[in-house]
């Protein structure tokens, strides 16, 4: 588990990040990732057209099940959850390697274009998990023709429910950690990212994604006629009050080096022009980056807006909702990850993250239970800058498909690396 300081695991018994000069995978994995590509952007594209939402995904299972047929894998489905976990066992012992994909979409209405938009009213893949199961598909063929050379397994987790419901953690409740018989030893997540130029690969130790959790603030007042308002209590105004005093509560109570964000996204209050009504409601998200500070700041959220309200003789009642935990990557084994993709994708392409994002990942409850790391890996469109291209989560974003080359090729030769750096200690 990591410290709630953020601090990285402690890396597996006889575990040492390769060195790059020692790499088993090199530019003959774009190669064999190039052949397989066609394969894999068709099954991205047939994903994209029919984009599920939450935990219940049977489409998107089958097409996923349908496309890892016939590679001899030990292939198991979720019982609360329309989950795949498909464990690849090597030719000889040795340590588990986890690598994930995510399969949920967006209630977003797409706006792109593509010959391959979706067919599904209302839904979108518009957070790129249709390439992530495609590239993971494309791994998962790449290293079962690799089978014999293993020493070790590979366990592949596709995952409903990221976006806001917790997918992860309930595959790890229904054992995907120990799917191939013991626990897993590290784990591995690729998130693409339109916003970078494609196959750029970003990561850093520690810290990599925010935690996430949601408040919601009900100011109580009294109500009454709009035309004697000194005859109520007025909750809007302490509303507004509340917002203010909020963006301050960070701006002011915590270091400069400290970083949170706290978005009100919502207020809401009265039914008509002339009603001073009795109750108005705000809410939206805090991130943290620490456990520390994602405590402190629950806290005093709550201290703040119940201050507030009663300074004007209101009442506030705050409900905090905690989402997901900090995405925190283990030093060492972003040590691999950057040797290995250097490897792979060349050092032009590879570079650390400089500091971390405050979007929020669910892979970090698996990061919770085993050293490993999450990277993002650049797709921006054709002609576009990378700056000025839709984000993720847009109506209109658009992926470079070249990127699941990239993508299938990084993680193969991670799984690569992990299993062969145990193999060379083993015969030391």
Do not use: W
Not at 192 to 213: E, F, K
Not at 322 to 340: E, I, K, Q, R
Request: with cysteine; net charge negative.
């Amino acid at each position: 588990m990591p410290s709630s300081t953020g601090a990285a695991h402690d890396p597996p018994e006889g575990f040492t990040p390769r060195p790059a000069a020692a790499a088993p995978a090199d530019r003959a994995l774009l190669e064999e990732a190039r052949r397989l590509a066609p394969d894999a952007i068709a099954l991205r594209r047939a994903l994209h057209r029919v984009p599920e939402t939450g935990l219940d995904l049977p489409t998107t299972q089958r097409l996923v099940l349908e496309a890892l047929d016939g590679l001899g894998l030990e292939i198991r489905t979720g019982r609360a959850l329309s989950s795949v976990s498909a464990v690849l066992t090597g030719a000889d012992d040795g340590p588990t390697i986890l690598l994930r994909a995510d399969m949920d979409a967006l209630p977003v209405v797409e706006d792109t274009g593509l010959p391959f938009t979706s067919r599904t009213a209302g839904l979108m893949h518009a957070c790129g998990h249709d390439v992530h199961m495609a590239m993971l598909v494309g791994a998962a063929r790449l290293l079962a023709g690799r089978r014999d050379t293993l020493a070790g397994n590979v366990v592949f987790m596709f995952q409903p429910g990221e976006e806001g419901e917790h997918g992860a953690r309930h595959m790890i409740e229904e054992g995907v950690l120990k799917a191939s018989g013991a626990r897993a030893d590290a784990a591995f997540a690729l998130h693409v990212h339109p916003n970078l130029p494609v196959g750029a690969l970003r990561l850093r130790s520690g810290p990599q994604m925010a935690a996430s959790d949601r408040f919601r603030v009900v100011v109580r007042g009294r109500g009454g006629h709009a035309s004697a308002p000194h005859t109520t209590c007025d909750p809007v105004p302490v509303a507004c009050e509340i917002v203010l005093a909020l963006q301050t509560m960070v701006t002011r109570g915590l270091a400069a080096d400290d970083s949170a964000v706290l978005s009100v996204t919502g207020l809401a209050a009265g039914t008509a022009a002339g009603i001073i009504p009795d109750t108005a409601e705000l809410g939206g998200t805090l991130r943290t980056l620490s456990e520390q500070t994602r405590s402190r700041l629950h806290e005093a959220l709550a201290r703040v807006a119940q201050g507030v309200a009663a300074a004007h003789g209101a009442t506030a009642e705050v409900t905090v909702t905690p989402g997901y935990p900090v995405t925190v990557n283990d030093a060492a084994f972003t040590d691999l990850v950057l040797s290995t993709a250097t490897d792979v994708l060349g050092p032009e392409a590879v570079a650390r993250q400089p500091a971390p994002q405050m979007t929020a990942e669910d892979f970090s409850y698996v990061l919770r239970a085993v050293p490993g790391a999450l990277a993002f890996v650049g797709a921006c469109p054709p002609g576009r800058d990378p700056h000025e291209a839709p984000s993720l989560h847009s109506a209109r974003l658009d992926l470079d498909e070249d990127v699941i080359r990239a993508g299938i090729a990084c993680e193969a030769a991670v799984a690569l690396a992990f299993l062969a750096g145990h193999a060379t200690e083993d015969a030391q």
